[in-house]
């Protein structure tokens, strides 16, 4: 396993936590396979389509996507990052709702570069 971290995928996470809080789909679709799997920190399971559907919703937006670590690590033709963020969905009712969760993202090499297929992402709840 190589530790040295691939500025391709520094620099795709970066994006991606902006193309998140911009609402920006054509950049997300973009960034991910078509045969991407989507594990909200909620337990659904998305694909592609749902996932950028999700982004898109009117039922509110996303303001805030912040990456709080990003750990990569990289053999061969894959790369995967795991680490936590925190995000802010405003809804269309105006409540709010803040997030902090675990994620583990899987890329992989193709012909077009550095692409992402698989999201898990893990609710981080206060301990009782």
Avoid: C
């Avoid at 520094?10 to 078509?34: K, P």
């Avoid at 694909?47 to 937006?61: H, I, N, P, Q, W």
């Amino acid at each position: 396993m190589t530790t040295a971290t691939p500025p391709e995928i520094e620099q795709l996470e970066a994006a991606r936590a902006n193309a998140i809080a911009l609402g920006n789909l054509e950049a997300l679709a973009a960034m991910v396979t078509d045969d991407y799997v989507h594990v909200d920190a909620d337990g659904q399971v998305r694909d592609k389509a749902g996932y950028l559907e999700a982004v898109r919703s009117t039922a509110g937006r996303y303001t805030v996507y912040r990456l709080r670590d990003n750990h990569i690590a990289l053999l061969g033709n894959m790369a995967w990052v795991h680490g936590s963020f925190e995000n802010r969905f405003e809804a269309a009712d105006g409540a709010i709702r803040h997030k902090t969760a675990r994620h583990l993202r899987l890329y992989r090499l193709e012909a077009g570069g550095w692409r992402n297929f698989f999201h898990q992402g893990t609710l981080i709840t206060a301990p009782e």
